[in-house]
C-alpha cells in the first residue's frame, strides 16, 4: 500500500483548489458580452488534414481582419479533430454542445459525421454551419432549420456541367466513379441535364473506391467509342486516374471532364502535365477575375506563407464571413436563437465566388456560379483557368420543408 | 472473492449515479467507454483466454449496430433492441468462425481481418443501409416496458447491460469451458491430444464474443442515434486491441480500464493539442515497455491484487 506522502497530499489538494477556482468561471463565461464560441469540428490529423487546415485557414483569416472581436465579444475558436471517423465526430459534437455550449457550431468534411451530427444539432437547437459535407439528403429530407451550409450540395457542381458537356464538348460519354453511393449521386445529377440535352451515356463504371490501378476501366473506355468520359474522384483517386489516363495514351483521343474535386490544388501538383486540357466544373478557383477575390487571393498567400486558397478554404471563409455578419445583425446577441437563425438566412455578400446568399428553402448556399475550368499552364504553373459559367445553381431541396 | 464483488457492485453503483452528479458530456463519454468496454471485454475472450487474435472483431459490432439500427427503426421494441442485434451477430461469427478458426497465427488475423473488409465494402456501398452516410435518425423505443428515450432510464439500461455483460464473461472464463479455453492457448495440440474438440470449444467462444460485441454494437448505435459503415473498418477491430493490451491481456476487467483510458486520452487530450497520437503512441510505448500486463498488471503488482 501506498502512504500518503507531503507530495501526493500537496498534489491532491492543488488540484481541488484549481477546480473551485475554474468552477464559476465557466459558469460566468455564458452570460453576454462573454466570448463568443465557435466549435469546430474537422480533420486534423490523417490524409484528410490538408482540408481541415484549408478550411480553418479560411475562417482564421476573416477573424483575424476582425481582430478577433465581433459585436464587443471575443472570437473564440474550440477545434476539434473528428479523425475523419462518425463515433468520434459525434463525440466532439457532443462535448462542444454540452460541456463547452459554443453558440454556434461548424464542420465537418465527413458526410457520415454529418449525419450523426444532424440529429444532435437539430434536437438540442444548435446553429450548425456545414462548410464541407456534401450529402444531399441535408438539403432534402434530412434539412433542418439549425443547419445551414456554405460549401456545396453534391449535386451542385454535377448539375450543371451535364448540358455544358452535351453543348460544348461531346454527345457521348463514358461515366465513372468511385463505387459509392457519392458517386453515383454525382453522375445521376449530371445525367439530369445531358440526357435531355440529347447526350448518351455510352457506358457507365464504378471502380472501387482506393483503385491503384485504372487498366481495365481505360482499355473499356478506349473500347466503347466515347468521345468524353465525365468522372468525379478525388484525393489519390484522383491523382492516380488523371495521370494513368494520360499514360494510356486517351487523352488525345477523348476529353476528360468531371466534378471539380478532380483537379483541385490538393492533387493538381501530383498530377503535373497530365492534367493539362481537363475539364471540370466548380464554384471556384483562385483566378476568378472580381475584387473580393483577388484580395482574398493576396491576403491569404500573404497570411499563409504564399499558400494559394483553393475551394476549402473558401468555405471556411465564407463560414466565417456568416458569422460574422449574422452576429452583428443581431448585436452579439446569441440568445435569441430564432433571430440569430432568421439573420444568417438573411446573410449576403460579395465573396469570393461571387454574390453569397443562402437558399431560404433549403438554408444550403445557392451557388453563384459553377465555373467551368480547363487546366491550363499560366504564370506560375498549372492553374484551373475560368472558361465559361453558369449563374444560380440551386439544390432542388426535394423534400425539404423547413418551419418558417 | 466476496472483496471482489463488493468492489463490483461499488463500481456498478457509482456508475449507475454518475448522472446525478456530472454534466451531459461526462456522461455520454462514461456511457461510450461502457460500451467500448463491452466490445473489447468479449476480443479479450478470444485474445487473452483462448489465444486467438482477431482482427476481424469489428464485423461483429458493426452487424449489431446495423441491425440494431434496421430492426429499431422499422419496429421500435424489446426485440429489435435486445434479442435481434446479438443473434445476427452471432450468426456472422458462427459464419465467419467457421472458416477461421481452423487457421491460426497471422493466417487467422488475416481472415479475420478480410472477413470484417467485406462487410465494409457492402455497407459501404449497399444504398438500403444508407451507403456511406449509414443509417441515421435511430429511435430509442421503449424496452421491457422502459421508455428510453428517457436519458436516465437509458443510462440505467446500458449500464446493467453492461454489468450483465461483464457478469456472462467472468462466469464463462471460470468456467470448465473457460479453463479449456485458456488450455488451448497454452498448448492447443496437447488439449487435442487429451481428448478435446478443440475446434468446437474454439468456435463457441468466436460466437460468444461475436454476440457480445453485437450487444455493444447495437448499444452504440442506440446511444448515438445512427451508425456509418466506418464500425465495421479494421481500425475499429484495432482500436480494441490497442484497449485489450493497454487494460492487460486475459483479464476481462482491464479491458475496461483500457477502454477508459483510450477514449479518455483520444477525448480529452486531443482537445489540447492535435499531436494527441504522439501522446497515446508515447503512452502504449511506455505501458509495454515498463507494463507489460497493461494497467492491470501494474495494478497487481502495487496494490496486491491477484490473479
Not at chain 1, 491523382?239 to 494513368?244: A, D, E, M, S, T
Request: aromatic fraction near 10%; charge should be positive.
Amino acid at each position: 500500500m501506498n502512504r500518503m506522502t507531503r507530495r501526493t497530499f500537496l498534489g491532491a489538494t492543488s488540484m481541488a483548489a484549481a477546480g473551485t477556482a475554474v468552477g464559476p468561471w465557466v459558469l460566468r463565461a455564458q452570460a453576454q458580452g462573454a466570448p463568443l464560441k465557435i466549435g469546430v469540428v474537422l480533420p486534423y490529423t490523417g490524409v484528410y488534414a490538408v482540408l481541415g487546415e484549408s478550411i480553418t485557414q479560411g475562417m482564421e483569416l476573416v477573424f483575424a481582419r476582425e481582430n478577433w472581436t465581433v459585436a464587443g465579444r471575443k472570437i473564440e475558436m474550440i477545434k476539434e479533430d473528428d479523425e475523419m471517423k462518425p463515433p468520434v465526430g459525434i463525440r466532439k459534437t457532443e462535448k462542444l454542445i454540452d460541456s463547452d455550449k459554443v453558440d454556434i457550431l461548424t464542420g465537418p468534411v465527413h458526410s457520415g459525421i454529418l449525419m450523426g451530427m444532424r440529429d444532435k444539432v437539430h434536437n438540442s437547437k444548435t446553429i450548425l454551419i456545414v462548410s464541407n459535407a456534401g450529402a444531399d439528403v441535408i438539403s432534402r429530407e434530412r434539412c433542418s432549420k439549425w443547419i445551414f451550409r456554405t460549401s456545396f450540395s453534391n449535386w451542385q457542381p454535377n448539375w450543371p456541367m451535364g448540358g455544358w458537356v452535351a453543348k460544348n464538348v461531346a454527345k457521348e460519354v463514358f461515366l465513372v466513379a468511385p463505387n459509392y453511393q457519392a458517386g453515383k449521386d454525382m453522375m445521376n445529377a449530371f445525367k439530369e441535364t445531358y440526357l435531355p440535352a440529347g447526350g448518351k451515356v455510352v457506358a457507365e463504371d464504378y471502380p472501387k473506391l482506393g483503385e491503384t490501378d485504372y487498366a481495365p476501366y481505360l482499355t473499356k473506355i478506349k473500347q466503347s467509342g466515347a468521345k468524353a468520359v465525365y468522372c468525379f474522384f478525388s484525393g489519390s483517386d484522383a491523382v492516380n486516374f488523371v495521370k494513368q489516363f494520360d499514360q494510356f495514351g486517351l487523352k488525345q483521343s477523348i476529353k476528360l471532364t468531371g466534378a471539380g474535386f478532380l483537379t483541385e490544388p490538393d492533387v493538381l501538383p501530383a498530377q503535373g502535365k497530365s492534367a493539362l486540357g481537363v475539364i471540370t466544373g466548380h464554384f471556384y478557383t483562385p483566378l476568378l477575375d472580381n475584387p473580393v477575390n483577388k484580395k482574398f487571393v493576396a491576403d491569404f498567400k500573404a497570411k499563409f506563407g504564399g499558400k494559394s486558397p483553393d475551394g476549402f478554404a473558401v468555405q471556411g471563409y465564407d463560414t466565417a464571413e456568416v458569422i460574422i455578419r449574422a452576429v452583428k445583425a443581431v448585436n452579439g446577441n446569441t440568445q435569441d436563437k430564432d433571430k440569430l437563425v432568421a439573420a444568417i438566412a438573411k446573410t449576403e455578400f460579395d465573396s469570393p465566388r461571387g454574390r453569397f446568399r443562402f437558399d431560404p428553402k433549403s438554408h444550403n448556399v445557392i451557388q453563384p456560379f459553377i465555373y467551368i475550368r480547363e487546366v491550363r499552364e499560366v504564370a506560375g504553373g498549372l492553374n484551373n483557368v475560368p472558361i465559361d459559367k453558369v449563374a444560380d445553381v440551386t439544390d432542388p431541396g426535394t423534400g425539404c420543408t423547413l418551419p418558417a | 472473492m466476496i472483496a471482489r464483488l463488493a468492489a463490483f457492485l461499488v463500481l456498478l453503483a457509482a456508475a449507475a449515479a454518475f448522472p446525478l452528479f456530472a454534466g451531459k458530456y461526462p456522461v455520454t463519454l462514461l456511457q461510450e467507454i461502457l460500451i467500448w468496454g463491452v466490445f473489447a471485454m468479449s476480443l479479450d475472450l478470444l485474445m487473452g483466454y483462448a489465444g486467438m487474435v482477431s482482427f476481424g472483431h469489428s464485423a461483429f459490432f458493426g452487424v449489431g449496430g446495423y441491425v440494431a439500427a434496421l430492426a429499431l427503426t422499422a419496429y421500435p421494441g424489446t426485440l429489435s433492441a435486445l434479442a435481434l442485434p446479438p443473434l445476427a451477430a452471432g450468426l456472422a461469427a458462427l459464419v465467419i468462425g467457421f472458416f477461421s478458426i481452423r487457421v491460426s497465427g497471422v493466417y487467422f488475423i488475416m481472415l479475420t481481418l478480410a472477413f470484417s473488409q467485406m462487410f465494409y465494402a457492402v455497407a459501404f456501398q449497399a444504398a438500403w443501409l444508407g451507403a456511406e452516410d449509414g443509417i441515421v435518425g435511430v429511435p430509442r423505443a421503449s424496452v421491457v416496458g422502459i421508455n428510453l428515450a428517457q436519458p436516465m432510464s437509458f443510462h440505467l439500461y446500458l449500464v446493467a447491460l453492461v454489468a450483465l455483460g461483464a457478469l456472462f464473461l467472468w462466469r464463462v472464463v471460470r468456467s470448465p469451458f473457460g479453463h479449456v479455453l485458456q488450455g488451448i492457448h497454452e498448448n492447443e495440440s496437447r488439449m487435442q491430444a487429451v481428448g478435446y474438440a478443440v475446434n468446437r470449444y474454439k468456435l463457441l467462444a468466436f460466437v460468444i464474443a461475436g454476440m457480445l460485441a453485437g450487444v455493444a454494437g447495437a448499444l452504440y448505435t442506440q446511444l448515438v442515434g445512427s451508425i456509418t459503415p466506418d464500425a465495421f473498418l479494421w481500425t475499429t477491430s484495432g482500436e480494441a486491441l490497442l484497449m485489450v493490451i493497454i487494460g492487460g491481456t486475459g483479464t476481462l476487467g482491464g479491458a475496461v480500464l483500457g477502454a477508459g483510458a483510450f477514449i479518455l486520452l483520444q477525448s480529452l487530450v486531443s482537445s489540447y493539442t492535435e499531436r494527441w497520437m504522439l501522446i497515446l503512441g508515447l503512452t502504449f510505448i511506455l505501458l509495454v515497455l515498463f507494463a507489460p500486463g497493461g494497467i492491470v498488471g501494474a495494478l497487481r503488482g502495487r496494490v496486491g491484487l491477484r490473479a
